[in-house]
């Protein structure tokens, strides 16, 4: 039997440890405050929104809601986020995304000031990442599945992780912040010949490709650790990961579940972001 890596276990040791800082921000007159900026009332965004108010409220953070309509122009959306970039009580800023039809979302994404830019949406914080200078937020999920290595304690330096999938928001940056543990990195994807050979040779395999139970026992071998980012509703209508759990689960050494894994994580990291930019600005 494979060793579950739940995600509630790695959420409440970063909520320990802010809540100590949130403390000391808050007793200098800084409370940490994050800019929830919303288009449209789509139930996703909605449901995710009233997650992170509840998250924030718990950690003394202060969560600032920016609604706008769904019909909402471009110049309507980026006044909001110009608004936000100004206001010095604002830390940090979450833009629920896809925006809606006939927005130049990648515009306004760059819009944000990279210091403000808690989910690493905008090109500035992708190319910190990328160029390892530390000086943006990687998105909140790719870094959670180096979150949950570091927590279990998954050696990574020197060890083979094969991601599936080339994302801006996941494969490319998890595939960078996982060579900046000193990985030897393979990224894969849809064009991919032989994929189950390759993905069979790592330690490490993440997939995150958006297709369900796609990933069957003969991707994987044993001894290896399997990170599930993918979050998507199997044919019953239950919430399911990319991996087909119950094949793979008696075969590997280590696997996140679907729901309760990595996406578990993002919030709590989320927050993280917002109190390490309260405490640079
Ligand atoms: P995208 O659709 O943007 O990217 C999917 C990637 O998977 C692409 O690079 C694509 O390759 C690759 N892919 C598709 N089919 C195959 C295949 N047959 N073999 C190999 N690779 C394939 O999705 P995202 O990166 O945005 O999201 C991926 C998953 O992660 C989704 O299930 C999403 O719901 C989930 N997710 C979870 C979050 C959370 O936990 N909070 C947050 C964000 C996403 P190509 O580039 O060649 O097309």
Redesign the pocket.
Known sequence: MAQLLTGKEVSAALKEKMAVQVQDLTAAGKTPTLAILRVGERPDDLSYERSAMKVAAGLGIEARQFVLPADASQDDIAAAIDQINVDDSIHGCLMFRPLPKGIDETALCNRLAVEKDMDGIGLPALAAIFAGTGQGYAP??AQ?CVEMCDYYQVPLQGKHVVV????L???KPVSMLFLQKNATVTI?????EN?SEITRQADIVVL????AK?YGAEYFSAGQTVLD????VDAEGNLCG?VDFDAVEPLVAAITPVPRG??SV?TALLMQHVVQAAEQA
């Open positions: 909140c999920t959670a599936v999938g080339r994302s928001v996941i494969g894969c994807h849809s064009r991919s994929l995150a490709t958006g297709r796609a980012v993918g979050i998507n990319d990595v996406g993002t």
